[in-house]
């Protein structure tokens, strides 16, 4: 609103500044000085309202890029496992960042600079057409030229401007991965190798942006060019006509100012053109990305009030994508408050098990039950609230102990928190460590060992108080003697809870009630282990 109204208090610009112009070279020194006052008046008012209207452009496009990046972030959280699986996180990263911000200074600049140089463009032609119809007629017989340009332009933008989003996301890619791979790297000595491997795709990314740029640059001259050239035909054209006419010199100013008036939002409005195709390849991208299904279950309204931690596997048949079947036909049950080990080779299928129960991914036969109720009809954070998880490896983020194991807890009770850190053996960190729990674990926990990570994740499953734990290889990084502290309070830890135990090492199982093994795609039991 702000740039409509200045773009309509810039119409009359031209018109004082000819005026004052036109009583200078008529001598009228009283008139040109209340014209002078009258220009001066104006300036400022227009400078006021560019400035104010600049800083709400501003806000706006950070308010824009703000809603872009929550929206495809919250999108993305809701993709099933599956998605994440298969898609490289460097282009979704480049998509919510470097992109979302592109986007989002598109579009503030088209939110306010196209509709104040459309009023521009219109009021000075109005103008012209009043002070001299010819002049106003012949310029709007440019478009076609314009358009041309555009159209020959536009094309090759549209391809490049794919190709600099795809080239970026590699970028972002690359450096993503390895800065995870840093201790691979270092160990390997390839930091060489590594470094110019990056630079090639730097400079692969560095290539289309510079043709993109080519082009841009391009495009506003050459459009300005094209105006300016019309500015001096109409003033061959029409200035003997003008002069004929017997026009003032104030009126003759302004009818070559208001022609030059109009230079400057076709060039803009050119330039918006090219920065477009930039604009569409990245809402081409969020769209892609935005079609993606969401997981099943985040809509259900089905809950359970007091999970008692019944589960049940009912024919349950599973396959990876592109992959034969891992789990055929599976059946079994798990009592409420049961401990029960899964064993098997890698490959067999035991971790699928924990991840179709999560519903990570969904069986293609059968069904899961958990207190009889199908996991399917439940919501499907209400579920997962009901399950503690704690994988192989762990995945902390870089902040204090203290707060990876309180992350996702809605509420921290300190005899909760306590307790939790005492069941998971997390307390000994108190006394390991110089800043005890303060402690920064750095990226995915770097700063401690893998034991000192899977207790964490261990503490922060327990003190959600879930009715069902999951333990997926949760104790390959203890040492003999702390998993064997472990297996012996885990009877207390896991008192009234259903447990799942994963496990290759049969000390982590004799807390089991029953044990089951996967083999060639089924589940069998076995005996249990003895203590």
Known sequence: MLFLVGSIAGLGL??????????????????????????AAALIVLTALTVIGGRASSDLSFEIQRDVRKDIYDHVQRLPVAYHD???????????????????????????????????????????FYLHPLAAIFLPLLIPGYYLILKIMGRRLRNLAQQVQEEEARVFTAAEQDLEMAHSIKAAAVEELRLSLFDAQLLRSRAVNVREGRILATIGPFIGLLTSLAFVLIIVIVGQDLSRQGLSASEL???????????????????????????????QRMQEVLKEPVEVGYASNGKIDRCRGAIEFVGVSFAYPGKPEILQNVSFKIEPGETVGVIGKNGAGKSTIA?????????????????????????????????????????????????NITFGAECTDQKRLEEALRQSRACDLQS????????????????????????????????RNPPIVILDEATSMFDPEGEEDFVRESSMAFANRTVIIISHRPSSLTSADRVFQAVSGRILEVQPIAG
């Open 14 to 39: 031209p018109w004082l500044a000819a005026t004052l112009l036109g009583t200078l070279f008529e001598e009228q020194s009283q008139s040109a000085t209340l014209v002078v006052f009258l220009l």
């Open 86 to 128: 298969h898609s490289r996180q460097g282009d979704l990263l480049a998509l919510m960042t470097w992109e979302a911000s592109q986007l989002a200074t598109f579009l503030s600049l088209t939110l306010t600079a196209v509709p104040s140089s459309l009023v521009t463009v219109a009021g000075a032609l109005a103008i012209l």
């Open 253 to 283: 100013l302004s009818v070559l100012l208001y022609v030059a008036l109009l230079t400057r939002p076709v060039g803009l409005l050119a330039d918006l053109f090219g920065r477009l195709q930039g604009a569409r390849g990245t809402l």
């Open 355 to 403: 991840k179709l129960l999560l519903r990570f991914y969904e069986p293609l036969v059968g069904q899961i039950l958990i207190d009889g109720v199908p996991t399917r009809e439940l919501q499907i954070q209400e579920l997962r609230k009901r399950i503690g998880y704690v994988s192989q490896q762990p995945y902390l983020y870089n902040a204090s102990i203290l707060e």
């Open 432 to 463: 390991q460590l110089p800043a005890g729990l303060e402690t920064i674990v750095g990226d995915r926990g770097v700063r401690i060992s893998g034991g000192q990570c899977q207790r964490i994740a261990l503490a922060r499953a327990l003190l």
